[in-house]
C-alpha cells in the first residue's frame, strides 16, 4: 500500500496539458476523468483506513481505478 493518492496529473506526468484540454473538449474524457477521480479517493481512504473496507472491496476498486486509468491512457494516446 502506498497511502498516496495516485492523480491523473501524476500519473500522466508528461501529458498534464493534454489531460486538461480532454476534460475539456470531450464530455466523454471529463466523465472518465471524473469517475477516476472519485475512485482514486475511495481507494486512498481505504488504504488509510479513513473508511475502512474488507481487502476483497479495496481490491476491486483497485481494479475499477486500474480500467478507468487504461481507458483515460488510450483516449490520451489517441489525442
Known sequence: ???VPHELHEEF???TEALHSLKLGNAHFARLADEY???NR??????????PVSDEAL??????????KDQIAALL???
Do not use: F, I, N, W
Request: aromatic share 0%; proline share 3%; net charge negative.
Open 59 to 68: 481490491e476491486e476498486m483497485k481494479k475499477k481505478r486500474l480500467a478507468l
Open 37 to 39: 477521480h472519485e475512485v
Open 42 to 51: 475511495e481507494v486512498h481512504r481505504a488504504e488509510t483506513d479513513v473508511s
Open 77 to 79: 494516446a489517441a489525442a
Open 1 to 3: 500500500m502506498s497511502h
Open 13 to 15: 506526468p508528461d501529458q
